[in-house]
């Protein structure tokens, strides 16, 4: 079945314990992106990736860091978690390099006490 | 860098009653535009998409939206709702590789 997976879904965790939400696909997409959502804010970006060893900073990057070494893994990196972390994170892959159609993942609910 | 502005927060209709909800970006050159539905407690999905041509767009579910570019609008209709249809909406702009949300519009159906 063709998805994006994302690990964990929900995970409660203190301020400055690293943390990593992975994300999967197995659709051989070549873009994925991170977004979390807020309330009243909708869906913003955190980064997003074009290709393996691509990636660039989308609105809201700051506290946050990814990697994209495989085409089909794009893991996001909470190096000091805080509070204001504390949101719905959604991984989201397309077929090509500039996004169309946007698959997402479950969302992983996270938050940072 | 582009914003997307949805104009309602919140909107309540009775079954059978028409939607429009409201979609404006700021970015003045080549866009491609989307509606996106996330229904309680799963995650989005695509209702439909404009790249070019025709810009009156059908998806899925009744859904249809009318992209006017002189006004940088992409309003999402559809003439008879059901309860089905209660969701958040979320409209969508590309520029580039950059994928920008706007705030999303909750719709509740009264049965």
């Known amino acids: 079945e063709a998805q994006v997976t994302q690990n964990p879904r929900y995970l409660i965790t203190v301020t400055g314990k690293k943390l990593t939400v992975t994300c999967s696909q197995n659709?051989?997409?070549?873009?994925m992106s991170w977004y979390r959502q807020d309330p009243g804010l909708g869906l913003r970006q955190i980064y997003y990736s074009m290709n393996v060893e691509v990636t660039d900073k989308g609105d809201v990057p700051e506290g946050y860091k990814v990697s994209r070494k495989e085409k089909r893994n794009f893991p996001l990196i909470l190096e000091s978690p805080s509070p204001n972390q504390t949101s719905l994170y959604f991984c989201a892959s397309s077929v090509t390099e500039s996004p169309g159609e946007l698959f997402f993942g479950e969302g992983s609910r996270l938050t940072v006490l | 860098a582009q914003s997307v502005s949805q104009h309602n927060h919140h909107v309540i209709l009775s079954e059978a009653a028409s939607l429009e909800l409201g979609c404006n970006y700021s970015y003045g050159g080549t866009v491609n535009l989307f509606w996106y539905v996330q229904y309680p407690g799963q995650h989005l999905q695509l209702l439909l998409k404009y790249f070019s041509g025709d810009p009156l767009v059908k998806g899925i579910k009744g859904f249809e939206a009318e992209f006017i570019k002189s006004k940088f609008s992409f309003n999402l209709r559809k003439p008879s709702v059901q309860w089905s249809d209660t969701a958040e909406y979320f409209c969508a702009v590309k520029v580039y590789y950059k994928l920008s949300f706007g705030a999303g519009t909750t719709v509740t159906v009264r049965a």
């Open positions: 659709m051989n997409h070549e873009y």
